[in-house]
């Protein structure tokens, strides 16, 4: 069964500062990794994809991927209020290319 | 990103009625679409993965005579909730992959089912 593990929350940080969000993966298969960020009420909003190891830098996200350690993390950098959220990590696997949540962690970035 | 459509965005239903929620992929075409249900503070649940011109694939548990899936075009999935009752009250989400070499998926807004 596959399963992804994110940190417990919630997560408070101050305005300004680096939030660090943690996902581990059991499938090896897993090919593609997404960080989707979910609003109260709201469907998953894509904001990252890796496919590779090593970082990906996009404005002030930064994923990381490491495939041997089945790990995966999101940094917020100079996180805002607008980035309170729930951050829900999805590696992708099989021929249909199905994701697999983890539970998600619950952001609140303190003004 | 891709823009995937959903409606209703709610519905409000008696109990033993059925309800259609469809899902459509605006500017792609999508021979899978995925169907997803998520309850108040968890995370979201594949229920089945939706395949154009074939018939869907259902996960573990969930019922397919109960969730009917039909894939009627590359743009276009729908769910019907059949003889809905109060425990099928979630919020259901489909997206659709982009094969824009990424296969990425984007989500669609989803539906709020509440059953009465």
Redesign the interface.
């Known amino acids: 069964q596959k399963e992804v593990e994110q940190n417990s929350g919630p997560l408070s940080v101050p305005e300004g500062a680096i939030a660090s969000l943690n996902c581990t993966y059991s499938d090896r298969g897993s090919q593609s990794f997404f960080w989707y960020r979910q609003y109260s009420g709201k469907s998953p909003e894509l904001i990252m994809s890796i496919y590779s190891n090593g970082d990906k830098e996009d404005g002030r996200f930064t994923a990381q991927l490491n495939k041997a350690s089945q790990y995966v993390s999101l940094l917020i950098r100079d996180s805002q209020p607008s980035d309170s959220a729930t951050y829900l990590c999805a590696p992708s696997s099989g021929s249909a290319r199905q994701l697999t949540f983890g539970s998600g962690t619950q952001l609140t970035v303190l003004p | 990103?891709a823009v995937v459509s959903q409606h209703p965005s709610r519905v409000i239903c008696k109990s033993g009625t059925s309800v259609k929620i469809e899902c459509r992929s605006l500017d792609f075409q999508a021979t899978?679409m995925?169907w997803y249900r998520q309850f108040p503070k968890?995370?979201?649940?594949?229920m089945a993965?939706s395949n154009e011109g074939s018939k869907a694939?259902y996960e573990q548990g969930v019922e397919k005579d109960k969730f009917l899936i039909n894939h009627a075009s590359l743009t276009l999935s729908t769910l019907t909730v059949t003889s809905a009752h109060p425990e099928d009250s979630s919020?259901y989400?489909c997206?659709a992959?982009w094969k824009g070499g990424?296969?990425?998926?984007?989500?669609?807004?989803?539906t709020?089912l509440t059953v009465l």
């Open positions: 990103g899978t995925f968890q995370s979201l649940m594949l993965t694939t919020f989400i997206s992959p990424t296969d990425t998926q984007y989500f669609g807004p989803g709020r």
